[in-house]
């Protein structure tokens, strides 16, 4: 078996750029936004193909986080697009369907910053926390991680986080730790969700990384999204002023909702990396000869792609129609826990008869496609696993729980 990029590939028989769905819009999304919002995207757009794709595999390949790439993305100024900034939250879901086509992981780090942990911060501090932190937050002079998730705690973190935090005076004590935490290695601060050991609910902290008993160590030997930072996080004795627990941050009902909008999010990241799939699937196909002619010209080729497409619109479909009702006021939990099972179950698809596609080449990294095929498992995974997802859909639908 040959994986080399040096294969013999021809000149395409067709210039791919030329086509009339050169930029796999198939059905014309990106037209329902204003010319504001769209000239917006097209800006995003540019600038991740000029500041991110370039260097994406690379990062990758080194599991490396591109710190050079924060200043410019605070140029880019994309923090809140909806609260902030005013567009639509069907703008919003299509430009992180961008960041996560141009690389999975830059999207990641775009989702845990601005999305978990400004959202957070967006959603339950008080008026007066907000003005004294989101301005470093929106600029990216501080960088925020998310610590919900435990080393022993996943689907089932609602009813049993192991994180304490004990009130003392002023401050709180929070002892415990956290996994999977996105940035943790370079944030400078973390919201942290512990136990109130005094009423048994979850509240949540705002922790400056640098304060005594707190520590992050990298996790390595990932297969996805590489390029993020995840971190197992020790809290020993962490005194936090009072100031700094998030006013309304009481129960884990209040967590809820940050993990409604970025359930969405992720959604949206499924969709994201369906076009990543089928944008260097189909170059590929029309550029790869065997058999004397480009392997595009082959019917069962045809077959899969039409079917990655027909994943990828169905799934863009039911994110655009859900951040409608989002900037409704209508979105519902349930709604957002079918959108996150349905797209990423779809990706999963999309991004395996990409990698089928390729053959040999489909697992190496300079084949960008391996690369993608192995973030989207990272996706498939976060923000509630498939089957949670399910079961939450499944109670509003019947009335039954089938959740232990």
């Known amino acids: ?19 009339p769905y050169a930029d796999g819009d198939f059905y014309g999304f990106e037209q329902m936004l204003t010319a504001k919002e769209l000239a917006r995207l097209h800006e995003i757009r540019d600038f991740l193909a000029r500041e991110v794709k370039p260097i994406a595999t690379d990062c990758w390949n080194r599991a490396e986080f591109p710190m050079e790439i924060i200043p410019k993305l605070a140029e880019l100024d994309m923090m809140s697009p909806v609260h902030r ?77 192991r994180t304490t935090a004990v009130r003392d005076g002023d401050n709180w004590i929070l002892n415990g730790a956290k996994r999977w935490i996105g940035n943790a ?3 400078d601060w973390v919201v942290i969700y512990a136990r109130d050991v005094a009423d048994n609910q979850v509240k949540a902290f705002l922790v400056d990384t640098t304060l005594p008993g707190y520590s992050a160590s990298k996790i390595e030997n990932k297969t996805a999204l ?27 009902r209040d967590t809820n909702k940050v993990l409604k909008v970025t359930r969405l999010a992720v959604a949206w990241q499924a969709v994201g990396q369906q076009m990543a799939a089928f944008d260097v699937t189909r170059r ?23 079917k990655m497409l027909g994943n990828t619109v169905a799934s863009t479909g039911m994110m655009v129609r859900l951040s409608q009702l989002e900037d409704l006021g209508q979105a519902k939990d349930e709604q957002s ?11 999963r698809e999309t991004v395996a008869m990409g990698r089928s596609l390729f053959g040999g080449n489909g697992i190496v990294s300079d084949y960008e496609i391996a690369k993608i095929f192995a973030d989207s498992e990272a996706i498939y995974s976060y923000e509630g696993t498939y089957e949670i997802n399910t079961l939450v859909t499944g109670r509003a639908i019947t009335g039954i729980s089938a959740i232990v």
């Open 226 to 252: 590489r390029t993020v930072q995840n971190a197992d996080i020790v809290l020993e004795n962490v005194v936090v002023p009072h100031d700094y627990k998030l006013a309304g941050g009481n129960s884990f």
């Open 284 to 306: 590929y196909a029309v550029e790869r000869e065997q058999f004397g002619r480009p392997i595009a010209s082959f019917q069962m080729v045809q077959d899969q792609l039409v």
């Open 185 to 187: 290695t370079f944030s």
């Open 85 to 161: 900034q005013g567009y639509s939250n069907v703008f919003a879901g299509l430009a992180h369907a961008e960041f996560t086509r141009a690389d999975a992981s830059i999207a990641t780090f775009m989702g845990v910053h601005d999305g978990l942990f400004t959202g957070s911060i967006e959603a339950l501090a008080s008026q007066e926390q907000k003005d004294a932190w989101l301005p470093d937050i929106y600029s990216l002079k501080k960088i925020g991680a998310f610590g919900l998730t435990e080393p022993l705690g996943g689907s089932d973190v609602a009813g049993g986080t």
């Open 337 to 347: 826990a079918l959108a996150k099972a349905f797209t990423t179950a779809r990706m």
């Open 1 to 19: 078996m040959s994986t080399s990029k040096g294969n013999p590939v021809s000149k395409a028989a067709v210039d791919i750029n030329n086509l």
